[in-house]
C-alpha cells in the first residue's frame, strides 16, 4: 500500500467531514481513491518489492478472471468448480499458506471418494436403502437388526463380488453422501427447504460410516491430511462427539472420543512438524429442547476442565430457519457465567435472509452472550448495532462462500454481505464449513471465491495476507501460542513468495 502524502490526506479528510470543494481536484480524487482503498481488509498492509511483483502478478490474472465469459463467483459452485480448478489464481492459492481453517464441521471434512473408495470397501460393512430416498450404513460382526423405514441389510463385499461392473454402485453411493451433482444444481435444490433437507440426508448417511470407532480416527486423520496439503496449519473443528461404535455393538462415550480427537492430533502434528495442532468446538442442535441444551452446557463444562488446551468451547448447530433462537435457550447457556465456569461460545448466527425474525436476532444475541467469534453472520450488514459490537470487541465473523452459496443464501458471490465487510476490514475469517458436501476440499476453492468474487478487482495480496493472518489471529489459541503460529506461518509465506515472485530464481525454473 503506496502512503497518501500528507497535505492530500488532510485534504481527504477535510472534504469528507465538510464537503469543502471549490473544483474538481485530480489530486484529491486520487488521494480519496487511496483512502478507500487503504480502509478494505489489508489495505494497510506493507508489502516488500517481492511481494508488490507478485500482487501486480495477481492483478493481471484477476483482470483475466473478470473479462473470461463465464465469471466463476457468479455462478453456482457446482458449475463453476472446473472453471476454479483452471483459474491460475486458484493454483496460486493452493500454493499459499492459509493459516488456520476455523469453521468446519466434524464428518463433512474429507473428500467422499475416500469415503466409497476406502470406508465402504472395508470388511463387515452393510448398506440399507431408506424410502427418502436416501441410504445408511453400519459394521457389524454378525448381521444387523432391521432399520425401520429401511430396506434390508445387504453386506457390501458381497453384493460387490456378484457385480461385473461395480461403478455404478459406487457412483449411487457417492450421490448419497454429498450434495455436489454433475446436473442443474437449481433444478435439483429448487428451495433452501430442497437442499437443506438433502444435506441432512447426506449426513444420515454418512454418519454410519464415520462413526465406527477404526473408521472415525481415520477420517480424522485423512481430514487432518487433506487440509494441510492445502497448506493449513492449524483447525478449529465443531464436533458432535458421538458414540463411537465398536464391531460388537459396545460404544463409547463423549470424553472418549475427544481424547481421541486429541491422541490422533497429536500423532498428526508428531509427523507433520509443520502443522501447529488443532481445538476442538464442542456442539449440540439447536432444535434440542431447552433441558438438553442445559446438559450439554453442563457437559461442556465438564469436558473443558478435563480438556482445558483442546476443547476450544461450544456451539449449537443445525439450521437456523428451523431451530430454535438463541434466546430461547438464554438460560443454559448463562450457566457458565452463574458458576464462574469459563466456557468460551462460537455461535453459528444469522445464516439466514428471513430478516425481522427472532433467528434474524441471533447475532445480536450471540454477542450479547460473549460469543468468541460468529459463524457465518450472512445477517451481520442487517444489524449496524451488532456489527458495531463486534468490530469494537474484535469478534471475526466466520465467512463460508461455497456454503452460503449452495445452501441458497446468496447466487452470485459479488452480491455476499462479506464483501461489504471487508471493504471496511470488518474482522473476518475464510473457511469452508462443509467441504466435502458441496465437492470443495481444504480452503482454497472458499479462498478463491472470496478472493476474486468479494473482493472484485481492487482486492490485492495484502488483503490474502491479512485474511490469513486473521485465521490465526480470531483462532482459539492463547496470545503466545497465536504469535508462535504466526511466527512459523510468516516463515511459510515469506518462502510462498520467494518461491512465486514472477523475478525470482524459482519462478522462472
Request: charged share 20%; hydrophobic share 45%.
Amino acid at each position: 500500500m503506496v502512503a497518501l502524502q500528507r497535505p492530500l490526506l488532510a485534504a481527504a479528510c477535510l472534504f469528507l467531514c465538510c464537503g469543502v470543494l471549490s473544483s474538481p481536484d485530480p489530486r484529491l480524487r486520487e488521494a480519496l481513491i487511496q483512502l478507500e482503498a487503504s480502509m478494505q481488509t489489508g489495505g494497510r498492509m506493507v508489502l516488500t518489492e517481492a511481494e508488490q511483483r507478485l500482487d501486480a502478478l495477481l492483478f493481471e490474472m484477476k483482470q483475466e478472471a473478470v473479462s473470461a465469459a463465464i465469471f466463476p463467483p457468479a455462478v453456482h459452485f457446482f458449475r463453476a468448480k472446473r472453471l476454479i480448478q483452471t483459474s491460475p489464481i486458484f493454483k496460486l492459492l493452493q500454493k499459499m499458506p492459509k493459516g488456520g481453517a476455523l469453521h468446519v464441521h466434524d464428518f463433512s471434512m474429507v473428500d467422499v471418494d475416500w469415503l466409497v473408495k476406502n470406508v465402504t470397501y472395508r470388511p463387515n460393512c452393510y448398506m440399507c436403502s431408506t424410502d427418502d430416498p436416501s441410504v445408511r450404513f453400519i459394521f457389524s460382526a454378525q448381521w444387523p437388526k432391521p432399520l425401520a423405514r429401511c430396506s434390508p441389510w445387504v453386506l457390501l463385499e458381497n453384493l460387490r463380488t456378484k457385480l461385473v461392473n461395480t461403478t455404478d454402485l459406487d457412483n449411487s453411493i457417492r450421490t448419497n453422501l454429498t450434495l455436489f451433482t454433475d446436473e442443474d444444481p437449481e433444478a435439483a435444490f429448487p428451495s433452501q427447504a430442497a437442499v437443506w433437507g438433502r444435506f441432512e440426508q447426506a449426513f444420515l448417511a454418512v454418519w454410519g460410516l464415520v462413526t465406527y470407532a477404526p473408521v472415525f480416527r481415520d477420517y480424522y486423520y485423512q481430514g487432518l491430511t487433506q487440509f494441510h496439503a492445502d497448506n493449513v496449519m492449524y483447525l478449529e473443528l465443531r464436533a458432535l462427539l458421538p458414540q463411537v461404535y465398536e464391531l460388537d455393538g459396545s460404544s463409547h462415550d463423549r470424553a472418549w472420543t475427544l481424547k481421541t480427537y486429541q491422541d490422533v492430533t497429536e500423532r498428526f502434528v508428531s509427523t507433520h512438524p509443520d502443522f501447529f495442532g488443532a481445538r476442538i468446538i464442542v456442539t449440540n442442535q439447536r432444535r434440542a429442547t431447552r433441558s438438553a441444551v442445559a446438559a450439554a452446557v453442563e457437559e461442556a463444562m465438564q469436558l473443558k476442565k478435563d480438556f482445558p488446551d483442546f476443547m476450544a468451547g461450544f456451539d449449537l448447530v443445525g439450521q437456523e430457519d428451523r431451530g430454535r433462537p438463541l434466546w430461547y435457550f438464554r438460560d443454559a447457556l448463562s450457566l457458565p457465567a452463574e458458576k464462574g465456569v469459563a466456557l468460551p461460545y462460537f455461535f453459528h448466527a444469522g445464516e439466514t435472509d428471513l430478516e425481522g425474525t427472532d433467528v434474524d436476532q441471533n447475532v445480536l444475541d450471540a454477542l450479547l452472550l460473549n460469543t468468541s467469534r460468529i459463524g457465518h453472520g450472512f445477517a451481520l450488514v442487517r444489524h449496524p448495532v451488532a456489527k458495531d459490537l463486534s468490530r469494537k470487541r474484535g469478534v471475526a465473523v466466520e465467512v463460508c462462500p461455497i456454503s452460503n452459496q449452495v445452501l441458497k443464501l446468496v447466487k452470485d458471490l459479488r452480491n455476499h454481505p462479506a464483501a461489504a465487510l471487508m471493504l471496511e476490514n470488518h474482522p473476518v475469517v475464510v473457511s469452508s464449513d462443509d467441504p466435502a458436501m458441496f465437492g470443495a476440499s481444504g480452503l482454497s476453492y472458499d479462498f478463491y471465491e472470496a478472493f476474486v468474487g468479494f473482493g472484485g478487482i481492487k482486492s490485492h495480496l495484502g488483503s490474502l495476507k491479512q485474511l490469513a493472518m486473521n485465521s490465526l489471529r480470531y483462532s482459539a489459541l492463547p496470545p503466545q501460542q497465536q504469535e508462535e503460529a504466526l511466527v512459523l506461518w510468516q516463515r511459510r509465506w515469506n518462502q510462498f513468495v520467494t518461491e512465486n515472485d514472477p523475478n525470482g530464481t524459482f519462478f522462472r525454473h
